[in-house]
T-cell receptor, first 113, second 114 residues
């Protein structure tokens, strides 16, 4: 079984400042890792994913994440945030292609003008 | 590519009635679809995994007779909330798997039972 921990439930950041949203996971098998963004009353949009290969993954909207196997982490970063980045961010893990996704509890990112 | 359409986006129903939510993969075949429930300001909780042509696999604690899932084709899965009650009010989201390409989510359905 897999689990995901997002330690920060809320992260306020000033506009144009950098941000890091933390995600740690646990699993007894190799995993796929994902970051999703959710805007109010909407579904989830994929930001980026790690399946294999390069541990630095670049996604949409200027986000990137680094897979660190030794620390079992997959932190999400953006060098300069915008007001439009205000949303809920979910880290998720699965054991394979058609396996279920296990989500973290989410981090609400609030951008302060 | 990889678009999942979920309908309706919002539904209000009377207590005791049933509501059907559809999830369609528009440009790919999804052998596996997932149904999630999300309470306000909380994460997504997996309700069931739906495989085309077979019975859904429900997570522990999810009433299979209340939440009927049908995956009749490679592009359509439905969730029917039977005899809905106010406590069933929630945001329901489906997703479809494209194998190692990952998962695509529908836009969600806000169910309000009055």
């Amino acid at each position: 079984a897999q689990s995901v921990t997002q330690l920060d439930s809320q992260v306020p950041v000033f506009e144009e400042a950098p941000v890091e949203l933390r995600c740690n996971y646990s699993s007894s098998v190799s995993v796929y890792l994902f970051w999703y963004v959710q805007y109010p009353n909407q579904g989830l949009q994929l930001l980026l994913k790690y399946l294999s290969g390069s541990t630095l993954v670049k996604g949409i909207n200027g986000f990137e994440a680094e897979f660190n196997k030794s620390q079992t982490s997959f932190h999400l970063r953006k060098p300069s945030v915008h007001i439009s980045d205000t949303a809920e961010y979910f880290c998720a893990v699965s054991a394979g292609g058609n396996e279920k996704l296990t989500f973290g509890t989410g981090t609400r990112l609030t951008i302060i003008p | 590519g990889a678009v999942v359409s979920q309908h309706p986006s919002r539904v209000i129903c009377k207590s005791g009635t049933s509501v059907k939510i559809e999830c369609r993969s528009l440009d790919f075949q999804a052998t596996t679809m997932f149904w999630y429930r999300q309470f306000p300001k909380q994460s997504l909780m997996l309700m069931a995994t739906s495989n085309e042509g077979s019975k859904a696999t429900y997570e522990q604690g999810v009433e299979k007779d209340k939440f009927l899932i049908n995956h009749a084709s490679l592009t359509l899965s439905t969730l029917t909330v039977t005899s809905a009650h106010p406590e069933d009010s929630s945001f329901y989201i489906c997703s479809a798997s494209k194998g190692s390409d990952g998962y695509t989510f529908g836009s969600g359905t806000r169910l309000t039972v009055v």
